[in-house]
């Protein structure tokens, strides 16, 4: 791979990574009491949102990605939905924060439909996170803070993520970068606020 395409590659990695993490850095939040929620929330970003982009980075600077069978997930992808399914075993087994289970099931969700979408196309995960995460922090951050200063926090979070996007439109292939993100919207925030109407 060019020197540029993998910087940009790494770039988009590190910020689809930040989006997931913040995502499950929040959800527990929804459920318990800050102070059980916290180590839930560091727990999972840390594992599904940190741990699979930094183990990535590191392995595709020593060129030890190349033993990797062929998929049309990213490699960070794929590790964060193996270690998805494992954390959800976990909040069952432990009765943890069950908004939690609703964002890790939002992760795998946008993650089967990149899987089945790259089959035909080439989505990029960042755009389907960037979609996801417009709803999932914007509906998020309404339920967290009550009031204007929720109303508030929700538009800036998704309007961020909104700019991210349209930043990303200027890049070439539009169409697929909105088709993708609209996909990310309706299978990650769309399961996710399917979850999370049972979860509460």
């Known amino acids: 791979m060019p020197r540029g395409a993998a910087r940009e ?4 990695t ?21 102070a059980a929620a916290l180590p839930w929330g560091a727990g999972a970003a840390l ?15 020593t060129n030890d990605l190349r033993s990797l069978p062929p998929s049309s997930l990213p490699p960070a992808v794929l590790g964060a939905a193996a270690l998805a399914f494992m954390f959800q075993r976990l909040i069952l087994w432990l009765d943890g924060p069950l908004p939690l289970s609703a964002a890790v099931f939002a ?6 439909v990149l899987l ?13 996170t960037l979609g996801a ?26 309007g961020v993520l909104a700019l991210s996007l349209t930043a990303r439109l200027r890049q070439g ?8 993100a609209g996909a990310g919207a309706a299978a990650g925030g769309g399961v996710f606020l399917w979850l999370l109407s049972y979860a509460q």
């Open 107 to 112: 992760l795998l969700a946008a993650a089967v």
């Open 14 to 34: 590190a910020m689809s990574a930040l989006i997931w993490s913040l995502i499950l850095l929040a959800a527990p939040f929804l459920g318990f009491p800050p």
């Open 173 to 180: 292939r539009p169409a697929g970068h909105l088709a993708a």
């Open 9 to 12: 590659s790494g770039r988009n």
């Open 133 to 158: 995460g417009i709803v999932i922090l914007g509906s998020t951050a309404l339920l967290l803070f009550p009031g204007l200063a929720g109303t508030v926090a929700g538009v800036v979070l998704a």
């Open 116 to 128: 089945v979408a790259n089959a035909f196309t080439s989505w990029s995960w960042l755009d389907l």
């Open 47 to 61: 594992l599904m949102g940190v741990f699979p982009a930094v183990l990535v980075t590191y392995l595709q600077h």
